[in-house]
């Protein structure tokens, strides 16, 4: 079996990253809350538009999914255009093309330094039984405005049964490309400011107001910044009024690197099926990075044994021989896979939200930055507005929609039932692990470190009250019920929690 490394990405691990804590603003025409890849694309298009911007980042520039995503920008998502059909596949295809044909432009134009490279993009299958939807597919995107071709062979080290090819796609260094965004918002005036974690956004008729807080317990400051427009770019949105987590799936996605025996095949892949994802990182010919073992986040606290299930299937299948790069993080979904772009509320004037990008925010999120600065200019395509309106309600959406909520309210019971059958002891725990004991009605998430200290703290999410459960790959504590994630401490990884785990004392 591969050994496996501490987990980080590729792109964290070969990126200085600056800090960029600093004053925040009392004013600003347009607020965006998240330095991911849509925050930032929206900050750069706003910022070039004459408009004073600035980013309020809870972490660092790239420290969400896009800092640990495996970066294929490609128009090809799964089997998505079969399933849009008609006018909204082609509103779907214009809105990627527009994003990637923008990259491309930028990184030309600006020399940036982000490892953009050309490549085809593949869907396979290895079932003879799903050629007939890859068939569909490739006639969707054709019908679409985009040159896809059904091909009964990928040029990968193993058989398909079928593969849609759509040629000249890109994938590129996102680390690398989110520190220009943020040197280009600077360059235009505007602001990008670390370390600042939006709780709550009032809004008061034209003016918004964003409270924002720095630092943890008695060092905790906040903060108010009035704001002419407020773009929430935070993954999951952190405002529950637009209760979004009643509409959002989740689906964590694991990634490994390293030299593989022999040439790796040189295009971009995804399965339809398993979602096994394949590409070759920048300037590494011999190498590649594998995605897989998706799963909705919190269900699997083995994740080390999941990491290990992913890395056998890359020695086996793509000859995998090292792992030098582990790292995971999870995406959202949304019923009918079109992310949610657009007005927070229906009667929002200028509160807006991107997320929802099922796995492919690279164009996605880039999309979402075109379609929210039109929006806030004034000038939005009013089909691509309706496509991706976050507040849409389709029939089709409905299933996914019961699907999802069923699935939250299991892991809230059975979080519950968890803690009340495990034990109420931690003096067993050895080095290195957590485990969710009761102490009375309360459920306590206890971890052991390696130097044989105890961490512990509440086991409630603080979103809407779960029961986290510990993953052993990342050590921290991760919520079944929406993806939020917190370290040992209880500190905040991921939303849609804002606060920290309450401190257990006993
Ligand atoms: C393993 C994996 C592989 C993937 N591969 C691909 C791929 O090949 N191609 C593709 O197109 N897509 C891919 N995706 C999807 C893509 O990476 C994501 O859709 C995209 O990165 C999401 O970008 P974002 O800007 O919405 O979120 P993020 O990048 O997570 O940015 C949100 C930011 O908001 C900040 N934030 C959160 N809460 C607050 C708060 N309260 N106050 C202030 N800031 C806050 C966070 O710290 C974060 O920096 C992949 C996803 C995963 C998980
Ligand atoms: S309860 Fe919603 S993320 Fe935990």
């Given at each position: 079996m591969l050994d496996l490394p501490t987990p980080l990405s590729l792109w964290h691990s070969d990126t200085q990253t600056p800090d960029r804590r600093g004053p925040v603003p009392t004013d600003s025409d347009v607020v965006v809350v998240g330095a991911g890849i849509a925050g930032l694309t929206t900050a750069c298009l706003v910022a070039r538009s004459g408009r004073s911007v600035t980013v309020l980042e809870a972490r660092q520039v790239g420290a969400g999914v896009t800092g640990n995503t495996t970066a294929k920008f490609t128009a090809q998502h799964g089997l998505v255009y079969d399933s849009l059909g008609g006018d909204r596949a082609g509103q779907y295809a214009a809105a990627?093309?527009?994003?990637l044909d923008w990259v491309a432009e930028v990184v030309a134009a600006e020399e940036v330094d982000c490892d953009f490279e050309r490549r085809d993009s593949y869907v396979y299958t290895t079932?003879?039984?799903?050629?007939?939807?890859?068939a569909r597919e490739a006639e969707a995107m054709q019908l679409a405005g985009l040159p896809a071709e059904l091909l009964?062979?990928?040029g990968l080290p193993f058989e398909v049964a079928a593969a849609v090819r759509l040629p000249d796609q890109a994938q590129f260094h996102?680390?690398?490309w989110l520190l220009h965004l943020a040197a280009q918002i600077e360059a235009a005036g505007g602001l990008v400011i670390e370390g600042e974690a939006v709780l709550n956004v009032d809004e008061r008729d034209d003016i918004l107001l964003v409270e924002t807080?720095?630092?943890?317990?008695?060092?905790?400051?906040?903060?108010t910044v009035s704001a002419g427009h407020v773009v929430i770019a935070t993954h999951y949105p952190i405002l529950d009024r637009g209760l979004h987590f009643t509409r959002l799936g989740q689906t964590r996605d694991l990634v490994v690197s390293g030299p593989v025996a022999g040439t790796p095949p040189a295009g971009m892949f995804i399965d339809v099926d398993d979602g096994w994802s394949l590409r070759t990182p920048p300037g590494e010919p011999g190498r590649l990075i594998v995605g897989g073992g998706q799963h909705p986040p919190g269900t699997r606290p083995d994740q080390d044994q999941v990491f290990t299930e992913l890395a056998e299937w890359a020695r086996e299948t793509v000859g995998l021989q090292e792992v030098t790069h582990r790292w995971s993080a999870h995406d959202l979904t949304t019923p009918d896979s079109v992310p949610y772009v657009g007005r927070y509320l229906p009667g929002s004037t200028n509160l807006w939200v991107a997320t929802g990008f099922n796995l492919w925010g690279m164009s996605n999120g880039t999309a979402a930055g075109h379609l929210l600065h039109d929006l806030i200019t004034g000038d939005a395509d009013p089909a691509q507005a309706e496509l991706m309106n976050p507040t849409r309600v389709r029939a089709d959406?409905?299933?996914?929609?019961?699907?999802?909520?069923?699935?939250?309210?299991?892991?809230l019971v059975g979080g519950l039932a968890r803690a009340v059958a495990s034990g109420d002891d931690a003096a067993d725990l050895a080095d290195g692990e957590g485990r969710i004991r009761r102490v009375g009605a309360r459920a306590v998430a206890?971890?052991?470190?390696?130097?044989g200290l105890l961490h512990e703290v509440s086991a409630h999410c603080t979103h809407l009250g779960c029961v986290v459960r510990f993953n052993d790959a990342e050590r921290s504590w991760d919520c079944p019920c929406h993806g939020s994630r917190f370290d040992i401490n209880g500190t905040v990884l991921n939303g849609p929690a804002t606060e920290p785990l309450?401190?257990?004392?006993?």
């Open positions: 990627q093309v527009r994003a079932r003879a039984d799903r050629v007939r939807d890859l009964d062979d990928a996102p680390q690398r807080t720095r630092g943890e317990g008695d060092s905790r400051e906040t903060r959406m409905v299933p996914g929609v019961v699907a999802d909520q069923a699935a939250v309210g299991k892991h206890s971890y052991r470190d390696d130097d309450a401190p257990f004392e006993g």
